[in-house]
């Protein structure tokens, strides 16, 4: 309900919403441009981003890193530092008298999910590169993608323009007919050298762990489940009512690699792994959507494929829609890494708005 | 001046900003989501534009086309229709009582860039492919983009998301080194069939024309205006003050073909057009900004070069930062044609806040 003239606006609001929308007609007149920076997880992303905001030269904005925390400590501006505790930096976030607070979401883990929707609730954004908040429930990924202040564009390939260009086919109309791309740097870096070498797989594999491509244990990189994620994040993006069990995954690591306990373990069973070669083809671990199905796993590409252009540890992207039928929209580029991703991140609480 | 407490937002403004602050509060309370689309020029893109808004099934947003008009006739939902006069149609833009008014400019015309000042300056939105507008004066490229409420992504590369990669790359603190890469597919596509086949230069440019994909005159397709309007624009937004004089454009016509005033008289003095092959590298026609200095014109590319894998009427766009510095970002696909640049428009329209 609402009556406008030349001299006012005015507008009955439900009281439970008050302090919110006063916030946001605050945020929307006065300080839009003033970003209030919770960041939890100091690893490599989250120490990348505060070195990122304290150098930036963008004049237009205002960054506030209020408070940061780590599993061992947490420190705020206001309070100082203090032991970790979770639920107490989510009590400062919300009571915090701050305008446009936005958490960053820079760990891996499960545990702050169980914040987000009080967070968004209290219009507070959330930016996120952490998998796992888009890769809950169906219906979660629903309610967080809801809100104009969730951003998540670092979850699929870091800092490349991938969950942007998709949305933004989707707004104009278009119709996504399949993704498909190598969404994994590693399993990139991988492949490439197993088709232009002879070295057998487990050397490759024990070389992109020691240029530092891989996590501590490789299974985790080429077990596919990270990869599982990115894909069925894009499906949930197009519409795709799908969870992660739905996403085929075609193994192609001996079951006792699969299985194995420790990093020496998973070793000791992958000399036994031998992907297949055929002449004029190269083969790549990609992901794919197409008509309403997801999956992942070893795929020949012929040499006029976009995939066999792949080089050192680069992601690809192939987007075909209605309108990119016969050409289809190609991103390629680094898609992992510390830097590229809190660039990302930062892009990301730029745009945010509430 | 403003005060704030629980109850009141009071805010004071100079009274002649009043019309134009009601108004924008007012999208911001209420019908942020209703677009009122005044289409100039209904030629390919404004036709296709038009039944895009027309079959688009997003609830999120209402779409209302309110007048356009061409060089005959202009349609006004409210006034009907009459013999074209932008004068007029402007005066309609300016003073209908519409919120969230836009203009497209679906021209290639300097006609509508005449008024482009004022509808901005009050705080009426201009989506545009045309590329002239940013390729005037550097001056008046800072004035426009100065607003939020002026988009202009398709006006390089049509839908591909070359401009806004670029935005957010520069926006989180990373540094341009260098764009390169093909920007007319019309262009792409003579110089890859140019490598590929044993076919004379001037019996590849007439089948490209017989296919649609030249200027009515394929002369402005290969004199390069357009792609040194394109790099322009790239340049300018990484903040370089740059003039379209500025761009080196080292022709490969024969002078007899660069000065003819008809078709007949280009395609007399092309079969003279022969530019060198050679082996181990393809030819293409590369729009480059590199070290403040752009440029446009044929450059050879090994094997190896991302430039290589172009296919059909691709776009290639090539950007090499401070962070994607070892491997750049490559976006390649499909940067012409009334589908894809109207797509693109419409996605800018939705994207569009005052």
């Known amino acids: 309900v609402y009556t406008i003239n030349d001299h006012n606006i005015c507008c009955i609001v439900n009281s439970d919403v008050v302090y919110n929308i006063t916030n946001r007609l605050h945020s929307c007149l006065f300080d839009g441009n003033t970003k209030n920076i919770y960041i939890i997880g100091t690893g490599l992303i989250g120490t990348s981003l505060i070195k990122r905001i304290h150098n930036i030269s963008i004049t237009d904005y205002t960054f506030n890193i209020i408070a940061t925390i780590n599993t061992r400590t947490m420190e705020h501006e206001d309070y100082g530092t203090h032991t970790s505790d979770l639920n107490r930096f989510i009590e400062f976030v919300l009571t915090d008298t701050y305008n446009n607070k936005i958490v960053v979401d820079c760990t891996s883990s499960n545990l702050i999910l169980n914040y987000y929707d009080k967070l968004l609730l209290n219009n507070i954004g959330i930016v996120t590169p952490n998998k796992k908040g888009n890769t809950q429930s169906y219906q979660s990924f629903l309610r967080y993608t809801s809100y104009i ?24 109309g278009d119709e996504i007919l399949s993704i498909e791309g190598v969404l994994s740097g590693t399993l990139g870096y991988i492949f490439t050298q197993y ?5 057998p797989f487990i050397d490759i594999v024990k070389q992109a762990e020691q240029l530092g491509y891989t996590e501590p244990n490789p299974l985790d990189d080429l077990n596919g489940v990270d990869v599982m994620r990115k894909i069925l994040i894009l499906a949930r993006i197009c519409g795709i009512s799908m969870e992660l069990d739905d996403v ?24 036994e792994c031998k992907p297949e070669k055929k002449a004029g083809f190269d083969i790549h671990y990609v992901a794919s959507f197409k008509q309403n199905k997801a999956s992942v ?3 020949y590409v012929n040499k006029a494929h976009p995939l066999s ?13 209605k309108l990119y039928f016969k050409n289809p929209i190609v991103i390629q580029g680094p898609g992992a890494g510390a830097e590229v991703t809190s660039a990302g991140v930062l892009s990301d609480i730029i745009q945010l708005t509430f």
């Open 149 to 172: 202040s969730y951003k998540y564009e670092t979850t699929v390939c870091a800092g490349l323009p991938i969950i942007s260009t998709l949305k933004n086919l989707l707004l104009s």
């Open 195 to 199: 088709n232009n070498t002879d070295k």
């Open 248 to 271: 085929a995954n075609e193994l192609f690591l001996p079951p006792n690699c699969i299985n194995s306990k420790t990093k020496a373990e998973f070793y000791s069973s992958l000399h």
């Open 297 to 299: 796993g070893i795929q």
């Open 309 to 321: 252009g792949l080089k050192g540890n680069d992601n690809m992207v192939i987007i075909t829609t």
